[in-house]
């Protein structure tokens, strides 16, 4: 079984960071490895799971009972174990982070914005909803009015409803001159959108992670929990970007964009370390009623298939 050396200094990276975040690699994890099997997971799992990133049992569980208490989990207990699965609303939430992750790239556009005026709602309202229009890639054009090239209007229309906001936010669409950003609308973009640091945080990640691509793309046996601890924290890391990322189509993006070079990347390097991943995590998670069940269909769907 082949142990990647670079899993070494990656590691090292994330231990380095000060507060350590227990809580957001936990949210990757899930997210990654837990949500597309549906299904409850024993604590003492998640403890043994985190236990090879440096974080102790006390953090596991602090961190476990802070996000159940945000409403990210629900818990069950069954004798003296306790088991913790997504809640509905912790469900819907990484429904449209990790789509952003894991979901395909807009290249092409038609010229055309769709448009959240938030005029009519107070301020904490307003600081709720735009945390939310964040994630599915919505950029400020104004105070009040958020806008995203991609006229997708499903997810919005039912964030609104489910917040009981639809009556008060207004939904329009409209149309640029052309399909290309002129100098204004490019003022625009980079006003909405700090496209300048995410271009920096994706040289990073390239670098980074190149290393590790050289080292396994040709390697057959990767031992299973290297695999699991190398895929969670590029998972973890790239996501970080992604979700800042309004995945803005090409013709508002600067030349020789990183943020293709790091996607492709990605993609490769969680294509080839799954299967030994999974093998993993089917060996070293339980649910409340035994075994973690299979991988959900949503999974296979993973970078255009993966």
């Not at 102790?56 to 174990?81: C, M, Q, Y």
């Not at 508002?252 to 299967?275: D, E, F, I, V």
């Amino acid at each position: 079984m082949y142990q990647p050396a670079s899993l070494a200094s990656l590691l090292e990276h994330f231990q380095q960071q000060t507060p350590l975040r227990a809580s957001s690699l936990i949210i990757s994890v899930w997210g990654d490895a837990l949500e597309p099997r549906s299904s409850s997971v024993w604590l003492g799992s998640l403890i043994k799971l985190f236990e090879p990133f440096g974080i102790n049992e006390r953090l596991v569980r602090t961190s476990i009972f802070r996000l159940a208490k945000d409403g990210w989990l629900t818990s069950e207990k069954v004798g003296r174990r306790s088991y913790y699965q997504l809640s509905d609303s912790g469900h819907q939430r990484f429904e449209d982070a990790f789509r952003r992750v894991y979901g395909s790239a807009q290249t092409s556009w038609d010229g055309r914005w769709l448009l959240v005026n938030l005029h009519l709602l107070s301020t904490d309202e307003r600081k709720l909803i735009v945390e939310r229009l964040q994630l599915l890639g919505f950029g400020p054009f104004g105070s009040s009015l958020y806008a995203s090239p991609s006229i997708e209007s499903a997810s919005v229309e039912a964030l609104v409803r489910k917040m009981g906001l639809d009556n008060r936010v207004v939904l329009s669409v409209t149309e640029s001159r052309g399909t290309k950003a002129d100098p204004a609308m490019q003022a625009l973009v980079h006003q909405g959108w700090n496209l300048e640091e995410l271009e920096q945080g994706y040289q990073s990640f390239v670098q980074v992670f190149h290393k590790l691509w050289q080292e396994i793309k040709s390697r057959e046996n990767l031992e299973p929990q290297s695999a699991f601890m190398a895929r969670t924290l590029m998972i973890h890391e790239y996501r970080k970007l992604a979700l800042r990322d309004p995945s803005l189509p090409d013709a508002m993006l600067p030349k020789n964009w990183s943020g293709h070079s790091a996607r492709q990347l990605c993609r490769n390097l969680y294509h080839r370390l799954t299967p030994a991943t999974e093998r993993w995590l089917g060996d070293s998670l339980e649910s409340a009623m035994g075994p973690m069940p299979g991988l959900n269909y949503s999974f296979y769907q993973r970078f255009d298939c993966i």
